[in-house]
Protein backbone atom coordinates (compact mmCIF):
# COMPACT_ATOMS: atom_id res chain seq x y z
CA UNK A 1 0.00 0.00 0.00
CA UNK A 2 1.44 3.38 -0.77
CA UNK A 3 2.05 5.29 1.94
CA UNK A 4 -0.25 8.83 0.63
CA UNK A 5 -2.79 7.57 -1.71
CA UNK A 6 -5.19 9.96 -4.13
CA UNK A 7 -8.21 8.94 -6.19
CA UNK A 8 -6.20 8.77 -10.30
CA UNK A 9 -8.76 11.59 -11.15
CA UNK A 10 -9.82 13.54 -13.01
CA UNK A 11 -11.99 14.82 -11.63
CA UNK A 12 -14.35 17.23 -13.55
CA UNK A 13 -17.30 19.35 -11.83
CA UNK A 14 -19.71 22.30 -12.59
CA UNK A 15 -19.09 25.94 -11.96
CA UNK A 16 -20.97 26.19 -8.17
CA UNK A 17 -21.14 22.36 -7.70
CA UNK A 18 -19.31 21.18 -4.52
CA UNK A 19 -16.04 18.94 -5.51
CA UNK A 20 -15.12 16.49 -3.04
CA UNK A 21 -11.27 15.29 -3.19
CA UNK A 22 -10.10 12.37 -0.74
CA UNK A 23 -7.08 10.57 0.33
CA UNK A 24 -5.98 7.75 2.51
CA UNK A 25 -2.99 7.04 4.35
CA UNK A 26 -1.02 3.91 5.71
CA UNK A 27 0.79 5.10 8.98
CA UNK A 28 -1.46 4.97 11.67
CA UNK A 29 0.99 7.68 13.31
CA UNK A 30 0.55 10.05 11.34
CA UNK A 31 0.00 13.89 13.13
CA UNK A 32 -0.26 16.47 10.26
CA UNK A 33 -2.26 16.40 7.42
CA UNK A 34 -2.15 19.19 4.14
CA UNK A 35 -4.28 20.12 1.23
CA UNK A 36 -1.63 21.76 -1.51
CA UNK A 37 -3.20 23.25 -4.87
CA UNK A 38 -1.01 22.90 -7.74
CA UNK A 39 -1.45 25.21 -10.66
CA UNK A 40 0.01 23.85 -14.42
CA UNK A 41 3.61 24.89 -14.03
CA UNK A 42 3.36 26.35 -10.49
CA UNK A 43 4.89 25.17 -7.44
CA UNK A 44 2.43 24.11 -4.51
CA UNK A 45 0.88 26.16 -2.34
CA UNK A 46 -0.54 25.35 1.12
CA UNK A 47 -4.80 26.01 1.27
CA UNK A 48 -5.58 23.52 4.26
CA UNK A 49 -4.09 21.91 7.57
CA UNK A 50 -5.84 19.89 9.79
CA UNK A 51 -4.22 18.20 12.95
CA UNK A 52 -7.07 17.04 14.67
CA UNK A 53 -10.49 14.52 13.65
CA UNK A 54 -13.25 16.41 12.62
CA UNK A 55 -13.84 19.05 10.38
CA UNK A 56 -12.05 22.42 9.62
CA UNK A 57 -13.41 25.29 7.65
CA UNK A 58 -11.59 28.13 5.55
CA UNK A 59 -14.11 29.87 3.09
CA UNK A 60 -15.18 27.59 0.46
CA UNK A 61 -12.84 25.00 1.44
CA UNK A 62 -13.44 22.15 4.41
CA UNK A 63 -10.81 19.67 5.66
CA UNK A 64 -12.11 16.66 7.20
CA UNK A 65 -9.57 14.15 9.36
CA UNK A 66 -10.94 10.77 10.22
CA UNK A 67 -7.55 9.08 11.79
CA UNK A 68 -9.75 6.11 12.50
CA UNK A 69 -10.36 5.46 9.15
CA UNK A 70 -6.73 6.80 7.87
CA UNK A 71 -8.45 9.44 5.41
CA UNK A 72 -8.41 12.70 4.61
CA UNK A 73 -10.88 15.13 2.50
CA UNK A 74 -11.15 18.27 0.86
CA UNK A 75 -14.35 19.68 -0.07
CA UNK A 76 -14.55 23.03 -2.37
CA UNK A 77 -17.79 24.48 -2.12
CA UNK A 78 -19.36 26.69 -4.82
CA UNK A 79 -16.63 25.33 -6.86
CA UNK A 80 -15.04 27.81 -9.51
CA UNK A 81 -12.99 27.93 -12.54
CA UNK A 82 -10.48 29.20 -10.94
CA UNK A 83 -10.60 26.07 -8.56
CA UNK A 84 -9.51 24.18 -11.88
CA UNK A 85 -5.75 22.68 -10.85
CA UNK A 86 -3.98 19.75 -8.89
CA UNK A 87 -4.69 19.22 -5.93
CA UNK A 88 -1.90 16.82 -3.37
CA UNK A 89 -2.37 15.73 -0.12
CA UNK A 90 0.78 15.35 2.17
CA UNK A 91 0.95 13.66 5.55
CA UNK A 92 3.27 14.40 8.27
CA UNK A 93 4.14 11.00 10.43
CA UNK A 94 5.41 11.69 13.51
CA UNK A 95 8.92 12.39 14.80
CA UNK A 96 9.54 12.33 10.55
CA UNK A 97 11.61 15.48 11.34
CA UNK A 98 9.08 17.21 9.49
CA UNK A 99 9.14 15.83 6.26
CA UNK A 100 6.11 15.93 4.71
CA UNK A 101 4.80 12.61 2.11
CA UNK A 102 2.84 13.55 -0.59
CA UNK A 103 -0.33 11.69 -3.18
CA UNK A 104 0.31 11.92 -6.66
CA UNK A 105 -2.17 14.53 -6.53
CA UNK A 106 -5.73 14.98 -8.59
CA UNK A 107 -6.89 17.26 -11.42
CA UNK A 108 -9.92 19.16 -11.01
CA UNK A 109 -11.33 20.35 -13.76
CA UNK A 110 -14.57 22.91 -12.93
CA UNK A 111 -16.45 23.29 -15.92
CA UNK A 112 -18.27 27.33 -16.50
CA UNK B 1 7.14 37.03 5.92
CA UNK B 2 9.41 34.07 4.39
CA UNK B 3 10.25 34.20 0.75
CA UNK B 4 11.82 31.12 -0.88
CA UNK B 5 14.21 32.30 -4.41
CA UNK B 6 15.59 29.04 -6.14
CA UNK B 7 17.65 29.91 -9.80
CA UNK B 8 17.55 29.59 -12.57
CA UNK B 9 13.68 28.98 -12.91
CA UNK B 10 14.09 27.12 -16.32
CA UNK B 11 16.98 24.99 -17.89
CA UNK B 12 17.92 22.77 -20.49
CA UNK B 13 20.93 20.68 -20.17
CA UNK B 14 22.66 17.92 -22.28
CA UNK B 15 23.09 14.39 -20.94
CA UNK B 16 26.33 14.41 -18.90
CA UNK B 17 26.58 17.79 -18.44
CA UNK B 18 27.01 19.14 -14.69
CA UNK B 19 23.88 20.77 -12.76
CA UNK B 20 23.54 23.53 -10.23
CA UNK B 21 20.32 24.40 -8.47
CA UNK B 22 20.57 26.85 -5.72
CA UNK B 23 17.87 27.98 -3.22
CA UNK B 24 17.68 31.05 -0.98
CA UNK B 25 15.54 31.74 2.07
CA UNK B 26 15.09 34.83 3.80
CA UNK B 27 12.60 36.19 6.36
CA UNK B 28 13.63 33.06 8.94
CA UNK B 29 16.92 31.65 10.55
CA UNK B 30 17.51 28.21 11.22
CA UNK B 31 15.12 26.62 8.97
CA UNK B 32 14.87 23.09 7.92
CA UNK B 33 15.12 22.66 4.42
CA UNK B 34 14.34 20.56 1.39
CA UNK B 35 14.48 19.75 -2.01
CA UNK B 36 11.91 17.90 -4.30
CA UNK B 37 11.35 16.75 -7.74
CA UNK B 38 8.10 15.90 -9.15
CA UNK B 39 8.86 14.49 -12.91
CA UNK B 40 6.31 14.41 -15.63
CA UNK B 41 3.24 12.34 -14.08
CA UNK B 42 4.32 11.28 -10.89
CA UNK B 43 4.14 12.64 -7.43
CA UNK B 44 6.13 15.06 -5.04
CA UNK B 45 9.41 12.77 -4.38
CA UNK B 46 11.74 13.81 -1.31
CA UNK B 47 15.39 14.03 -2.61
CA UNK B 48 17.32 15.95 0.54
CA UNK B 49 16.25 17.53 3.48
CA UNK B 50 18.69 19.86 6.05
CA UNK B 51 18.71 20.60 9.40
CA UNK B 52 21.48 23.17 9.48
CA UNK B 53 24.36 23.81 7.48
CA UNK B 54 26.16 20.88 6.45
CA UNK B 55 23.94 18.22 7.37
CA UNK B 56 22.17 16.62 4.96
CA UNK B 57 20.17 13.66 4.14
CA UNK B 58 19.80 11.56 1.86
CA UNK B 59 16.32 10.07 0.62
CA UNK B 60 16.96 8.57 -2.81
CA UNK B 61 19.99 7.11 -3.97
CA UNK B 62 20.60 8.66 -7.00
CA UNK B 63 23.65 10.68 -9.15
CA UNK B 64 22.21 13.95 -7.38
CA UNK B 65 23.58 15.46 -3.87
CA UNK B 66 22.94 18.44 -2.28
CA UNK B 67 25.27 21.23 0.06
CA UNK B 68 24.03 23.66 2.61
CA UNK B 69 27.15 26.08 2.98
CA UNK B 70 25.24 28.96 4.45
CA UNK B 71 22.01 28.78 6.77
CA UNK B 72 19.55 30.06 4.35
CA UNK B 73 21.19 28.54 1.61
CA UNK B 74 20.85 24.95 -0.20
CA UNK B 75 21.94 23.75 -3.48
CA UNK B 76 21.29 20.60 -5.55
CA UNK B 77 23.94 19.37 -7.58
CA UNK B 78 25.22 16.65 -10.05
CA UNK B 79 28.35 16.10 -11.95
CA UNK B 80 26.60 14.37 -15.15
CA UNK B 81 23.12 14.45 -15.66
CA UNK B 82 20.84 11.45 -16.67
CA UNK B 83 17.85 11.83 -18.85
CA UNK B 84 15.86 10.98 -15.66
CA UNK B 85 16.57 13.54 -13.77
CA UNK B 86 14.54 16.14 -16.01
CA UNK B 87 11.71 17.43 -14.04
CA UNK B 88 10.73 20.16 -11.81
CA UNK B 89 12.89 20.72 -8.37
CA UNK B 90 11.12 22.79 -5.59
CA UNK B 91 13.02 23.94 -2.51
CA UNK B 92 11.07 24.00 0.51
CA UNK B 93 11.66 25.55 3.92
CA UNK B 94 9.75 24.34 7.29
CA UNK B 95 8.21 26.56 8.91
CA UNK B 96 8.27 25.62 12.98
CA UNK B 97 5.55 28.15 14.09
CA UNK B 98 2.45 27.01 11.85
CA UNK B 99 4.14 23.54 11.30
CA UNK B 100 3.98 23.83 7.85
CA UNK B 101 5.98 23.50 4.44
CA UNK B 102 6.37 26.25 1.53
CA UNK B 103 7.94 26.15 -1.73
CA UNK B 104 9.75 28.17 -3.89
CA UNK B 105 9.03 28.79 -7.33
CA UNK B 106 10.87 25.98 -8.90
CA UNK B 107 13.30 25.42 -11.02
CA UNK B 108 12.24 23.06 -14.27
CA UNK B 109 15.41 20.89 -16.18
CA UNK B 110 15.15 19.57 -18.78
CA UNK B 111 17.59 16.61 -20.05
CA UNK B 112 18.48 16.02 -23.60
Known amino acids: QKEVEQNSGPLSVPEGAIASLNCTYSDRGSQSFFWYRQYSGKSPELIMS????GDKEDGRFTAQLNKASQYVSLLIRDSQPSDSATYLC????????????FGKGITLSVRP | SQTIHQWPATLVQPVGSPLSLECTVE??????LYWYRQAAGRGLQLLFYSVGIGQISSEVPQNLSASRPQDRQFILSSKKLLLSDSGFYLC???????????FGEGSRLTVL
Open chain 1, 50 to 53: IYSN
Open chain 2, 92 to 102: ACFLMGPGELF
Open chain 1, 90 to 101: AVRKSGANSKLT
Open chain 2, 27 to 32: GTSNPN
